[in-house]
């Protein structure tokens, strides 16, 4: 029996994080039946959508790798090879393009860039997991005393 995922008419989540230095961060994710299109078809296999909110100058070396990691991994997964045909207008129709399992993308915020926001859509949660260790595994463990991943 085939699990049925994004089976809702609406979704909304919000996050909000407000500094001391006089600094705020919003964010809202708003997933609506749409006119034409259910939420299940316009997510297709993308099963988890993730927001990892990176703040302080104690992690300002995290927030530079993770930002560096992610347009890199994006720019391989995005890459389109050239073709002779000219332009495709849709992921669809271009038979050199595929559907990234993974999609990463960082947006830096605050007083003097002090904190990073990444979205993550994917289609396992596990997948979010291994890039969350990935990147903080190691780096970390002095902040917090203890390694967060083993």
Not at 8 to 36: C, D, M, P, W
Not at 119 to 148: K, N
Request: charged residues 15%.
């Amino acid at each position: 029996m085939a699990v049925k995922t994004w089976v809702f008419h609406s979704a909304t989540s919000k996050n909000s994080v407000i500094g001391e230095e006089y600094f705020s961060f919003s964010s809202q994710i708003l997933l609506e039946q749409g006119r034409y299109s259910s939420i299940a078809e316009r997510m297709q296999d993308y099963q988890v959508i993730a927001l990892v909110i990176l703040l302080g100058p104690k992690l300002k070396f995290i927030q530079d790798q993770i930002q560096e990691n992610a347009k890199n991994l994006m720019s391989q997964q995005l890459r389109i090879p050239s073709s002779s045909s000219g332009r495709y207008g849709d992921i669809d129709d271009n038979p050199f393009l595929t559907r990234p399992n993974f999609l990463a993308s960082c947006s830096v915020f605050g007083q003097k860039g002090r904190g990073v926001v990444v979205q993550i859509a994917t289609m396992t949660t596990e997948s979010v997991y291994s890039f969350l260790q990935c990147q903080l595994s190691g780096r970390l463990d002095s902040l917090l005393g203890v390694a967060p991943y083993r």
